[in-house]
């Protein structure tokens, strides 16, 4: 079946430093997702990218989907405590019914 | 304004129990979502509403899962008899469009099922 792989798993880094973390997928995408989970929380969308190539950019992050529609990339420059949380990439699941197949997500701790 | 909102936010349960997990999606949203988080992973899909349809419940894990949403706006998640693997965090989703013309999703706190 489909499936999302995130790296790293885990990140942790000093506060104003830049992230980069990535997804990839096993099948072809036509849309990428990219949500924020905090504890005891539901996801928060961040960034929706539609198009192979496309750069998208919320604030402090930027978001890019892959040219073999095959990954995406999230990127947060400058980061700063409040970034800490579980970071999703999701992609539709087959059959075109709306269902979101989520990676196992990149937790992210920043030191002060 | 107000966004997806979930009852009750912590549930324990006897195994063996029903239990009934309540979602209010975002008004006017024609789409809800349930999904199953467990520990450490991402949420797994369960079905897809649209309106009072239920168009997918591919994802259900058994029939002692049932949800409803009878008039096309609160939706309820029926597990009975629950085991200790039902354990697990019940998140709702809905979104303003047709699920098949756009994929972004509004999520819920979700609701945190233990069962002993």
């Known amino acids: 079946g489909q499936q999302l792989n995130q790296s790293p798993q885990s990140m942790f880094i000093q506060e104003g430093e830049d992230v980069s973390m990535n997804c990839t997928s096993s099948?072809?995408?036509?849309?990428w997702l990219w949500y924020k989970q905090d504890p005891g929380e539901g996801p928060v969308l961040l960034i929706a990218l539609y198009k192979a190539g496309e750069l998208t950019s919320n604030g402090r992050l930027t978001a890019q989907f892959g040219i073999t529609r095959k990954d995406s990339f999230l990127n947060i420059s400058a980061s700063i405590p409040s970034d800490v949380g579980i970071y999703f990439c999701a992609g539709p699941g087959s059959g075109n019914t709306g269902k979101l197949i989520f990676g196992q997500g990149t937790t992210l701790q920043v030191k002060p | 304004g107000a966004g997806v909102s979930q009852s009750p936010r912590y549930k324990v349960a006897k195994r063996g129990q029903d239990v009934a997990l309540r979602c209010d999606p975002i008004s006017g949203h024609v789409s809800l979502f349930w999904y199953q988080q467990a520990l450490g992973q991402g949420p797994e899909f369960l079905t897809y509403f649209q309106n009072e349809a239920q168009l997918d419940k591919s994802g259900l894990p058994s029939d002692r899962f049932f949800a409803e949403r009878p008039e096309g706006s609160v939706s309820t998640l029926k597990i009975q008899r629950t085991q200790q693997e039902d354990s697990a965090v019940y998140l709702c989703?809905?979104?303003?469009?047709?699920?098949?013309?756009?994929?972004?999703?509004?999520f819920g706190p979700g609701t945190r099922l233990t069962v002993l």
């Open positions: 099948s072809i995408f036509n849309t």
């Open positions: 989703a809905s979104s303003p469009w047709v699920a098949e013309w756009n994929n972004e999703q509004f």
